[in-house]
DNA sequence: TGCGTAATGTTGATATAATCAACCAACTTT
DNA sequence: AAAGTTGGTTGATTATATCAACATTACGCA
């Protein structure tokens, strides 16, 4: 059995999240892997509510409560009045937001081609389906 | 460029722990993933030491002292001095702590088998060695 | 239209995991 | 013998996660 399987994925998860969190100096800005988890999500949605990041990261609605709160106490995003439900507000990445971004869009970049290396293109799509397959696997079912 | 990608590794890598917590009762022993990881080190080590369990988990040495006290003191493994390093102790799973690896063997099986379902031995082979390659790539190096 | 339920978000409290620094004893190297 | 390194411990602090309770708003149904 592939009980080394796990390990290499933990190892994966950790290993990026470290490179991340040092490439873009989150120590100095007081943010941590899920708040740049969190800013993407943001950067990538039209109209995005709290609500919806708890959703993409399956994370419980206090934990994305407080990592909203923090990314507005260091201005990096904006909120703004839902049109249509004034329990919910949508979040924005304001100009600063945008620039740690890119930022972070370069470093991010660079530890795919470094973890990536020596993957051919066929392998690279391969491995991107079958953990895709997996995550939906291990998805929490509703029954 | 596959941004996706690090998103599937880490809802597995998230999925599968909490997937393992629930399936031991993890709770109810006031254990973690980490206690979790760390047993399974010691199961498979022999001659175990905290020194050993810090290089195979990557982590400080402080959290790994901390992972062995809180594991003596649930009294899941035992530790006898090192034969030729008085600063050593060999950290050996008592008969609970075996009791414990083969429930925790059983849910990971499980687990794994809910994991890799839909996919060929190939993929799953395939899957598993580009995950070893790709951790091999983020390995922290020494220059 | 009013009521009950559900949804969205907030806050307090607590638990788990991680990191840094300082320290001690033992081992290795010079 | 002294200096440097290693294995481990402890205190302090930070990051992440979860549970519970609550308030407000939205929705569905009788």
């Known amino acids: 059995m592939h009980s080394q399987l796990i390990e290499h994925i933990f190892a994966i ?7 991340v969190r040092g490439a873009i100096n989150a ?8 708040h740049v988890r969190s800013l993407k ?3 990538e949605t039209p109209d995005c ?5 708890v959703i993409k990261l399956v994370r419980d609605k206090a934990q994305v409560a407080r990592l909203v709160k923090e990314l507005l106490n260091i201005e990096l995003i904006d909120k703004n009045a839902h049109p249509e439900d004034k329990r919910s507000q949508i979040l924005t990445l304001n100009a ?3 620039k740690l971004m890119k930022q972070l869009q370069h ?3 660079k530890i795919q081609r470094q973890m990536l290396q020596g993957l051919s293109a066929e392998q690279q799509q391969q491995f991107e389906d079958i953990a895709q397959h997996i995550s939906l696997n291990l998805m ?4």
Not at 13 to 19: D, H, I, K, M, N
Not at 27 to 34: H, N
Not at 49 to 53: D, S
Request: hydrophobic residues 35%; charged residues 25%.
């Open 140 to 143: 929490p079912s509703k029954d």
């Open 41 to 43: 999500i943001i950067a």
């Open 96 to 98: 600063q937001g945008k």
């Open 107 to 109: 470093a991010q970049e």
């Open 27 to 34: 120590s100095e800005l007081g943010i941590g892997a899920m």
């Open 49 to 53: 509510t709290a609500n919806h990041i």
């Open 13 to 19: 998860s950790e290993r990026y999240r470290l490179t």
